[in-house]
């Protein structure tokens, strides 16, 4: 079984739609992270959370939101969404404890497009 | 901001060795990652560096200079399979920041 899995894979839906997207994790890491990817623009943070009770706002937070249900689950939100969100987002995880690096561990991906 | 630098594309050939830049801004690093990225897959860890110097993996290694904000990522023996996009990231107040990536070509 895959370590850290996104549900959806593909979505594609209407503009003002509400949309969520969901990320788990049995690495059993503190750290939980979304980002988005275009092409020509790389990853980009959009949230992180560095345990249940820490949320933080990333580079592009704007017209997102997120909810740490449980260490191990971490979703994201497009409240109302719009054609330029189209994009492939990724869910990562790390662990950063005793000699840990902090290494980030990605989910395969949900591609999302708006219509 | 930070800004991370790198080739947006390169080609070789199979059996190879070809070197993937990699430049950032210095202050508040710490720590350089690599990840590998195959079209439409998410990104895989290929590997850090905290310290100068090269650190080698089979056929990767990676280097980093601390006083320059370089770094490169050096691919040895190209196979086909090595056809992919490169990331750099810079690991910086608790967070990654990516550069927008290499696309390596390798071609038979």
């Known amino acids: 079984d895959a370590d850290v899995t996104q549900t959806p894979r593909n979505r594609i839906t209407k503009t003002g739609k509400r949309i969520m997207l969901e990320c788990s994790q049995t690495?059993?890491?503190?750290?939980m992270y979304w980002y988005r990817q275009d092409p020509g623009l790389g990853l980009r943070l959009i949230y992180y959370?560095?345990?249940?009770?820490?949320?933080n706002k990333g580079e592009i937070s704007d017209g997102y939101s997120v909810s740490r249900q449980a260490q191990a689950k971490f979703s994201l939100s497009l409240e109302s969404a719009i054609p330029n969100q189209t994009a492939l987002y990724f869910c990562?995880?790390?662990?950063?404890?005793?000699?840990?690096?902090?290494?980030?561990?990605f989910g395969p991906g949900t591609r999302l497009t708006v219509l | 901001g930070q800004n991370i630098d790198q080739p947006t594309e390169m080609t070789a050939t199979e059996g190879a060795i070809v070197q993937i830049n990699c430049t950032y801004q210095?202050?508040?690093?710490?720590?350089l990652f690599w990840y590998q990225q195959h079209a439409g897959e998410a990104p895989t860890f290929l590997s850090y560096?905290?310290?100068?110097g090269l650190e080698e993996k089979g056929r990767f290694s990676s280097f980093l200079s601390r006083s320059k904000g370089y770094s490169y990522l050096l691919l040895k023996e190209l196979q086909m399979k090595d056809s992919a996009s490169y990331l750099c990231a810079d690991h910086n107040t608790d967070k990654l920041i990516f550069g927008t990536g290499t696309r390596l070509q390798v071609f038979p």
């Open positions: 560096n905290v310290l100068d």
């Open positions: 990562a995880t790390s662990d950063f404890s005793g000699i840990s690096t902090d290494t980030q561990y």
């Open positions: 959370s560095f345990d249940v009770k820490d949320i």
């Open positions: 210095t202050s508040g690093f710490n720590g």
């Open positions: 690495k059993g890491h503190d750290r």
